[in-house]
């Protein structure tokens, strides 16, 4: 490969995920304030419990989330250590969204299956039991993690090796609980069907715009996993060359 193409197509590629991650933010700030007073009237009037903890968080922590993106690809001529500790920080407040937002949806797949037991079991074990292995992977990952000084500071502020590609089973693990949730929303709505509908109408409402909802979740959970497994031969390959450059 041609270490000077291939440094032109990240650092375009970087360029947009700045638009990205502005678009981002633009669009949470909108949601939240067209959203605020439906938000007040069914959510912070109402009594405090598991699930509006939970939404509270999820809702909020994204904020946070957000910020740190936009320091860790729009701060001016950052040294290396800072970078790290950007992206360690930005990577644990990740994990600590992923494990609220689905409990939440843990919560939620327990109302529309009418609060059984054992669904509620099984998904609380399988999270435990990928969420584990997914943690790990994100710590061993920081070990295999250095920045160096980066050729185009004011495009690419933070230049990383490739620790984080190697990062890519643990959003399998979240894409293998996606689709665990999708199957058992999609089971549900199926068997809704077939019984005529007959249950509530916030019980049809769960059910039918949680499909699409877990549809779009899985597939950027997939998507998750393919870019860092393919994007980090890119950048194994030019940490190699900027090295001996």
């Known amino acids: 490969m041609d270490y ?19 678009s981002n933010a633009s669009l949470l700030y909108y949601d939240t304030f067209i959203n605020f007073d439906d938000e007040y009237q069914f959510i912070w009037k109402a009594r405090w419990s598991v699930g509006k903890i939970l939404y509270i968080m999820a809702r909020y922590f994204a904020f946070v989330d957000v910020a740190l993106l936009l320091v860790f690809t729009l701060q001016e001529h950052p040294d290396p250590t800072r970078c790290m500790h950007i992206y360690k920080t930005s990577a644990w407040l990740l994990v600590v969204g992923v494990l609220v937002a689905e409990a939440l949806l843990i919560v939620r797949t ?18 435990i039991g990928l969420t584990i292995p997914a943690i790990k992977i994100l710590n061993d990952s920081f070990g295999q993690t250095t920045f160096l000084p980066s050729p185009a500071p004011t495009i690419l502020p933070c230049f990383p090796d490739v620790g984080i590609g190697s990062c890519w089973p643990a959003f399998l693990c979240i894409a293998i609980f996606d689709l665990n949730i999708l199957s058992l929303t999609t089971f549900n709505a199926v068997s809704q069907w077939s019984a005529g509908m007959g249950r509530s109408r916030l019980l049809k409402t769960l059910v039918m715009d949680g499909a699409l909802y877990f549809v779009c979740l899985f597939a950027s959970s997939v998507s998750n996993v393919v870019i860092l497994r393919t994007q980090s031969q890119v950048r194994e390959f030019l940490t190699e060359s900027h090295t001996f450059k």
């Open 110 to 127: 327990y109302a529309i299956f009418e609060r059984n037991t054992y669904v509620l079991a099984y998904l609380v074990c399988l999270k």
């Open 4 to 22: 000077f193409a291939e440094l032109t197509k990240l650092l375009v590629q970087s360029q947009n995920v700045k638009y990205f991650y502005l």
